[in-house]
């Protein structure tokens, strides 16, 4: 790893500057989850978005059509 970043990203050793790994993330749940369910259900699903962990902010903004600034 280096700052965070998988040492198999190509040319991650001449890389400078700013680097945030943004995950949109919602939570919902339901009247009968108890807090367990949520925090499970939650780190399931963070767990399995690491998958996108180094998709380029600017084209999941560009993907949000229902929010704009």
Do not use: K, W
């Not at 949520?38 to 978005?49: I, Y």
């Amino acid at each position: 790893m280096v700052s965070g970043r998988p040492s198999g990203l190509p040319g991650v050793e001449g890389m400078i500057g700013l680097f945030i790994n943004t995950l949109p993330v919602r939570v919902t749940c339901s009247a009968g989850d108890t807090a367990a369910d949520v925090l499970r259900r939650v780190q399931e699903e963070a767990l399995a978005s690491q998958a996108y962990a180094y998709y380029p902010l600017h084209e999941i903004q560009a993907r949000c059509t229902s929010v704009r600034s």
